[in-house]
């Protein structure tokens, strides 16, 4: 059955709803960064990236790009009134030391017990590339993953097990994807919310682990519908 998922639009506005106000949040490279783009106008959150960046803002409009002001992922960004940009040895500090409320990071497999990796696969064009991930991990209070339910040929990323490289063990709180929002608990995932249209049925064979069910699960509706 076909249903319209979330856009990545979508579903970096539903992350940014669940990042209290006041947090300080880290924002992995790719996807994650849309997150900082569309939080609520009343919250007021501080942005952090691993290359040394504290009040980091939105992406800049498209001519206004200050190539020495980048992110973690080399992607052009702005600086919000009282920010600042430090060594990044200072960075790994704020991680290390647990001054990270929340991270939110992309992954290629995450497993029913909270074990994040999102450093390595098996494809070969597709060097390993782990930069502050492992730190973020095991240094924030509260890991977020923001991902694509399956890999581009249909193969499922939420699993009994990762087959994939560690970045860190029993980690991951919280999983969005196009179709769902998952939490990780003790007896593994559990569907909190679904897009609107999606049978139960269809959403676990899209994924590899078994899910439970939520007793209130909600309606996730994508933006147009």
């Not at 249209?197 to 147009?224: I, M």
């Amino acid at each position: 059955m076909s249903v319209p998922p979330l856009s990545q639009t979508d579903m970096a506005a539903r992350v940014a709803r669940d990042i209290p106000d006041g947090a300080y949040v880290n924002l992995g490279i790719g996807m994650p960064t849309l997150v900082g783009d569309v939080v609520s106008a009343d919250k007021e959150i501080v942005f952090h990236s691993e290359n040394g960046i504290l009040g980091m803002g939105p992406a800049p409009a498209p001519g206004e790009e200050d190539w020495e002001l980048i992110n973690a992922g080399k992607a052009p960004v702005t600086l919000v009134t009282g920010g600042s940009y430090f060594h990044h040895t200072d960075s790994f500090m704020m991680m290390r030391g647990g001054h990270i409320d929340v991270t939110v990071l992309g992954a290629f497999q995450v497993s029913a017990e909270g074990d994040l990796a999102n450093w390595a696969t098996d494809d070969a064009h597709l060097p390993p590339a782990v930069g502050g991930a492992m730190d973020l991990a095991v240094g924030a209070k509260r890991v977020l993953v923001l991902m694509m339910h399956t890999t581009p040929d249909g193969r499922p990323k939420l699993l009994p097990e990762c087959t994939y490289p560690l970045t860190a063990a029993r980690v991951v709180h919280r999983v969005y994807t196009e179709l769902a929002v998952i939490d990780v608990a003790p007896a593994g995932f559990v569907v909190r919310e679904m897009v609107a249209g999606l049978p139960r049925e269809e959403l676990q064979r899209r994924t590899g682990a078994p899910l439970t069910f939520a007793d209130d699960v909600a309606v996730l509706v994508p933006s147009g519908s």
